[in-house]
């Protein structure tokens, strides 16, 4: 159980590999592993989002996930999110509206923001409260996000025409 | 100027890119060794047998160690930072929360009972699950109510009690006389549920021991590192000019992270005996179990009113829950910030009150954003709305009539607390406006008419806030100093440090510190940085808690850099060969008055180190550090109004609309104080509807050990929020600014609660515990149709 092996993906674009153990968790092999310190685990029994990255497009909490089931698959993580010079849109707003306090949950609700923008570019005030409602933050009561997601749903889609 | 803008955050990005710098990111160059604990599964037990032969041998293992180790090393307890007498005089029955049980006895589920260090977290784990240990268990209680009754079980039967002490304050004939006098009485049995603080990022320490130079250092999720080096004297007998703590990047604190928490000395204990560095990271478990809880009072209120509804005097008795042992500050929460505080935002002749503090078999208790405020709010709270009720008085007008006029301050309490500023009226008349409070009402007939239950609630209070000054807070029994510290120094080149005893851990003191920091300086924003959580870089603090920074660290940011320009200005009168006096400093530039002579900042701070040139009893340098011994306490106040919706079919509760109204002094980033009562607001909104530190009261057993039993709010529990503001100044600081971290957690409670009841009256329901849980709602209101057949 506790053989290494090593895993094989793509994070953020880039071709990674380290060892991990079969029960290694992705949240661990991202943090530990690859020395993406970026991904936070908050609870590790899937409830907070805080871990939250995608994979394959799809938002996952890498805390309930091993880290030989991401073999060869594309993960993105917060690192990834933004270029050297500028930011992602989702991330300025949460900058411009005050969508974080402490930042620890950040993170995983920018990823999970990211999945919603990407597959409803269109998304509503209900539509974003309900999303990011998969993920726990102590610190901003939550307006602040859902005011951040909507600014860059409207920035994105105005780029976007 | 920059105070009163809303800049935005200058630690962002980090945060935003991935680049925070929690304790759990911190690698060193040597390998990090990880640290499992035993826990004790019971609520009480004699523990008669702990063997770790098993354990030793396993892979990885580096060191196990137990009670008896520990008292074989000789190490020391933790120590009460704010413990308070008995009003008797005599010292309280303290028993401090222990790191490691050495006494053969766990008196609370979760009490550490060995440790294990390994190579990595899981080898640890499994090491940590090949201990032995053999309980026998004993009679358990972990309900306050509970606790002084006869035949309850005693947690520490040396003290022939449960009862850790009795206080009492007030005026009590006259409080008595005003009951026995009144026209009314209203009494409520509001006891506040026992909650915790749940941040995020659970604790984490990380130990290192440095045994060339003999140093050691704790990085650790902390809100004040200066008193973590303090209590590490106590604890591993370490002096403090031996140890550095660092607190980076902390994801949220409220309080729970101000303790010396078991595994923090435990961890840097375990690097001493392996050599190694040693990290913890809690497990969400550990921590909802470990992390300090809160609240937690059973209450018994009384108030008297007149025929018109003033209320002429209120009684109390709080069973105060200590848990099983004293935490470092809890003693504070059940005296200094409960009675101080129970005016409210009211004019009340006659204010009593008893606590006693308790012991049960339950996690210890400590301060948890508000501290004291959130439950004494709620209880006078109740009291008013059931009075307005039974009285046949609209809430809100009965509220006004009580409310402490603006030509009353400086406001002196029954109590005895001086509120330096205020205008609770205006608060109020700008939260009837806000809210369009007849509208509401109008609505709230309409829908019963249809078989629809809508509730308006509302507070309105006073908060004690910026804990300082340092006489007041020793004489309501603090043993440390409640000061803060800043050091503002200036390098050659004009660019700026300021070193804060303050921690930020997502109030956003890189902003706010730097905009105070500028202002004073004449300087651009980017030309500061700020340095806070280290205690080999800061020269002393007293840390974030109490909502005290901006008016302590944030004054001595103030007034170091005050000294700083006083200096700078010597030197550059000397340099343009006039009078400091007639110097003006603006921009970067020091310009003689009237005249185009002018010199850069940064010549005068160069000249300051490099310079022969100056005045004979100028000294060398251009850096000032200013210990901040406020005036006074702050004193924000606020109102708050909400709509509840309560579905008749299942009982649930909808937050429809909140406002809240705020009086906080000065606004230094107005941004940044949205965001704190939002939050605040969203801390005491889930205390009221759906957060509980559940224990199985037969067994002990806790019953909240995952963010599945522990609700905490989401996006969807909550609504967007309503804010107004009415600013006093403070008194007590320059800056006239008050704390604003706790205003929210410590109103929304019992407006909430207020709202429920406001929404169930007319069913006969008068009280329902908190949370208010669907469950209990349905079942309050069963009851209550069931007492008017
Ligand atoms: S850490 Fe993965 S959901 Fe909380
Ligand atoms: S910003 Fe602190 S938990 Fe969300």
Request: aromatic share 6%; glycine share 10%; charged share 20%.
């Amino acid at each position: 159980m506790t053989t290494p092996r090593t895993v094989e993906l793509v994070v953020n674009g880039e071709r990674r590999a380290a060892d991990a153990e079969p029960r290694t968790l992705l949240s661990d092999f991202l943090r530990e592993g690859l020395g993406l310190t970026g991904t936070h685990v908050g609870c590790e029994h899937g409830v907070c989002g805080a871990c939250t990255v995608l994979v394959d497009g799809q938002s996952v909490r890498s805390c309930l996930m091993l880290a030989v089931q991401a073999e060869g698959s594309e993960v993105r993580t917060i690192e990834g999110l933004g270029g050297a010079d500028d930011m992602h849109p989702l991330q300025e707003a949460f900058w411009e509206k005050h969508g974080l306090q402490c930042g620890f949950c950040t993170p995983g609700m920018l990823m999970t923001a990211v999945e919603l923008l990407e597959s409803t570019p269109g998304a509503g005030m209900d539509e974003i409260r309900e999303a990011i409602s998969s993920n726990l933050c102590r610190c901003t009561g939550y307006q602040t996000i859902v005011e951040a997601v909507q600014a860059a749903a409207e920035r994105m889609q105005g780029e976007g025409q | 100027m920059y105070v009163g803008q809303a800049i935005l955050r200058r630690e962002d990005e980090r945060f935003l890119r991935g680049r925070g710098h929690y304790v759990e990111d911190i690698t060193l160059d040597e390998p990090i060794a990880h640290a499992a604990f035993v826990r004790s599964p019971h609520a009480h037990a004699a523990v008669t047998r702990v063997d770790t032969a098993r354990a030793v041998g396993m892979p990885g293992v580096l060191a196990v160690l137990t009670g008896a180790d520990w008292t074989a090393a000789g190490y020391g307890e933790a120590e009460g930072v704010w413990p308070v007498k008995d009003m008797s005089g005599a010292d309280a029955r303290t028993v401090n929360r222990p790191f490691i049980c050495t006494d053969g006895v766990v008196r609370c589920v979760g009490e550490i009972v060995a440790m294990v260090v390994a190579e990595d977290r899981h080898q640890a784990q499994d090491a940590a699950e090949a201990i032995a240990v053999d309980y026998e268990e004993k009679p358990a209680n972990t309900i306050t109510a509970r606790a002084l009754d006869p035949d309850t079980p005693l947690v520490h039967p040396a003290h022939g009690t449960n009862e850790v002490l009795v206080t009492e304050h007030g005026l009590k004939e006259e409080t008595e006389a005003a009951l026995a006098r009144a026209h009314h009485v209203t009494e409520v049995v509001v006891p506040t549920n026992r909650v915790t603080a749940a941040s995020i990022e659970p604790r984490c320490y990380m130990g290192h021991h440095d045994t060339v130079n003999d140093r050691y250092t704790v990085w650790t999720t902390n809100q004040a590192p200066h008193i973590v080096r303090r209590y590490f004297t106590k604890s591993l007998g370490i002096p403090e000019h031996k140890l550095r703590v660092i607190a980076p990047d902390v994801g949220g604190g409220f309080g729970m992270k101000l303790y010396h928490y078991p595994e923090e000395p435990l961890v840097l204990w375990g690097a001493i005996v392996s050599r190694r560095p040693v990290r913890w990271v809690g497990t969400r478990s550990e921590c909802l179990l470990g992390d300090t809880h809160a609240r937690d009072h059973h209450t018994v209120g009384r108030m008297a009113f007149d025929e018109e509804g003033r209320i002429l005097g209120v009684k109390f008795e709080t069973l105060g829950a200590f848990g099983a042992y004293e935490s470092q500050w809890n003693a504070s929460i059940t005296n200094a910030y409960h009675f101080t505080m129970l005016s409210l935002a009211y004019d009340i002749p006659a204010i009593h009150t008893t606590v006693r503090g308790v012991y049960t078999n339950a996690t210890p208790v400590d301060a948890y954003r508000g501290a004291g405020r959130p439950e004494t709010i709620y209880q006078v709270e109740r009291l008013i709305e059931n009075g307005a009720h039974e009285m046949g008085i609209d809430p809100l007008e009965l509220r006004a009539r009580n409310l402490i006029p603006a030509e009353k301050f400086p406001y002196q309490t029954a109590i005895g607390i001086i509120y330096d500023s205020g205008d609770p009226p205006a608060l109020m008349e700008k939260a009837r406006a806000l809210c369009d409070y007849d509208a509401l009402r109008a609505e709230q007939a309409a829908l019963r008419a249809e078989g629809r239950w809508m509730g308006i609630g509302m507070v309105a209070f006073f908060d004690m806030a910026g804990a300082g000054p340092v006489k007041m807070m020793n004489d309501l029994g603090a043993k440390i100093g409640c000061y803060d510290v800043a050091s503002v120094r200036v390098h050659p080149d004009g660019r700026i440090t300021v070193f804060a005893g303050s921690h930020s851990h997502g109030q956003g003191h890189e902003t706010t510190w730097s905009q105070i920091a500028a202002d004073r300086l004449g300087c651009d924003i980017d030309h500061i940085d700020l340095v806070e959580g280290d205690t080999d870089r800061v020269p002393m603090g007293i840390g974030t808690w109490g909502s005290r920074s901006l008016s302590t660290a944030g004054m001595a940011v103030y007034t170091a850099a005050d000294r700083v320009v006083a200096k700078a200005k010597r030197m550059a009168a000397h340099m343009l060969e006039c009078a400091a006096e007639d110097l003006d400093l603006a921009d970067g530039e020091f310009t003689v008055k009237g005249t185009d002579r002018k010199l850069s900042f940064a010549e005068v701070a160069n000249a300051s180190y490099h310079s022969g040139d100056r005045p004979a009893d100028l000294e060398i340098g251009l850096e000032e550090t200013s210990f901040f011994d406020p005036a006074d306490c702050t004193y924000p106040s606020a109102v708050h109004v909400c709509v509840v919706l309560v579905d008749p079919e299942t009982c649930a509760v909808t937050l429809r609309d909140y406002w809240a109204v705020d009086d906080v002094g000065t606004v230094i980033n107005p941004m940044v104080l949205h965001g704190q009562v939002h939050g605040g607001l969203v801390q005491g909104i889930g205390q009221a509807l759906m957060e509980e530190c559940a224990y199985d009261p037969e067994s002990g057993q806790y019953l909240a050990g995952t963010f599945m039993d522990y609700a905490i709010p989401h996006a969807e529990d909550v609504p967007s929020f309503g804010l107004d503001s009415h600013f006093t100044r403070a008194l007590g600081n320059p800056l006239g600014a008050k704390g604003a971290g706790e205003s929210g957690t410590i109103g929304a409670p019992g407006c909430v609660a207020n709202g429920v009841i406001d929404a169930l009256w007319h069913l006969g329901v008068r009280q329902i515990t908190q949370p208010m849980t669907p469950k209990k709602i349905w079942r309050a209101i069963e009851d209550a149709g069931r007492a008017q057949q």
